[in-house]
């Protein structure tokens, strides 16, 4: 009998972030945005047929795939010592985000830490960065969250 797989639940995996060939990698808390479209074009082109009573062709419509897009993902960790997605975001934010733009790779793991699903993102900046609202009498961990767009995406396991 066939061995019935997995699913990934949001309570039950975690997310590593790799960027290009930095030892810099993430565990994360969150992910948003994982989105891949294309675009439909729609093509009107007029039969010989006849349509009906009218002495005109029949009109039929043929939708074609047209451009893939993808959207920009939100990742979400606590905040901690490390400033390498502030240092990356404020390069990019200085002009140098065509030699910051980075291939990367998102892996999620089950709660054995075995690694069930990797995405690879290519030509990947940071478009936003922000930490949580302050707050003194919250007992709350403080969220550093990250904006990354990108130009390809794939799923790659």
Sequence with gaps: MAEIPEFLTNYHFFLRLDIGANDSDSYFLECQG???TQDVIEICEVTSQKWGSASKGKAVITKLPGNAKSGNIT?????NSSKDF??????????KWAKKREFISLSIYDQSAKEKARFELAGAWPTSYKIADVNANSHEIEIEEL???FEEFKRVK
């Design 34 to 36: 994982f989105k891949r």
């Design 75 to 79: 990742l979400r960790k606590g905040l």
């Design 86 to 95: 502030w240092k990356w975001f404020e390069e990019a934010e200085a002009g």
């Design 147 to 149: 904006e990354i767009a």
